[in-house]
Nanobody, 124 residues
Framework: QVQLVESGGGLVQAGGSLRLSCAASGRTVSSYAMGWFRQAPGKEREFVATISGNGGSKRHADSVKGRFTISRDNAKNTVYLQMNSLNPADTAVYYC?????????????????WGQGTQVTVSS
């Protein structure tokens, strides 16, 4: 059993930056692929970024590539999403996900654990 808790969301102006954190408890997160997803009102939850258990592989959605960077610190059981050059289209609830069965998690189907989400709002 793994519990994931996101933090770091908030209100920022367009062009600004935020760093989201996802802290895991219950067991170590090092064996899990981790991912970030986001969901805006009335829209499907979409893939943002993912990182393998050892941090050796990463993938970012085309919509955030070059602006967002996923990273992890397994000693702290924490995954991060550094978000730069934010724009209003990035406004959503951001969810952390853990997946034991895939190297990278790029879809919502089959995700083992979800966090509660943290709101990111970007004003223009």
């Amino acid at each position: 059993q793994v519990q994931l808790v996101e933090s770091g969301g908030g209100l920022v102006q367009a062009g600004g930056s935020l760093r989201l954190s996802c802290a895991a408890s219950g067991r170590t997160v090092s064996s899990y692929a981790m991912g970030w997803f986001r969901q805006a009102p009335g829209k499907e939850r979409e893939f943002v970024a993912t990182i393998s258990g050892n941090g050796g592989s990463k993938r970012h959605a085309d919509s955030v590539k070059g602006r967002f960077t996923i990273s992890r610190d397994n000693a702290k059981n924490t995954v991060y999403l550094q978000m730069n050059s934010l724009n209003p289209a990035d406004t959503a609830v951001y969810y952390c996900a853990a997946d034991l069965h895939r190297i990278l998690v790029v879809s919502t189907t089959g995700v083992d654990y979800w966090g509660q989400g943290t709101q990111v709002t970007v004003s223009s």
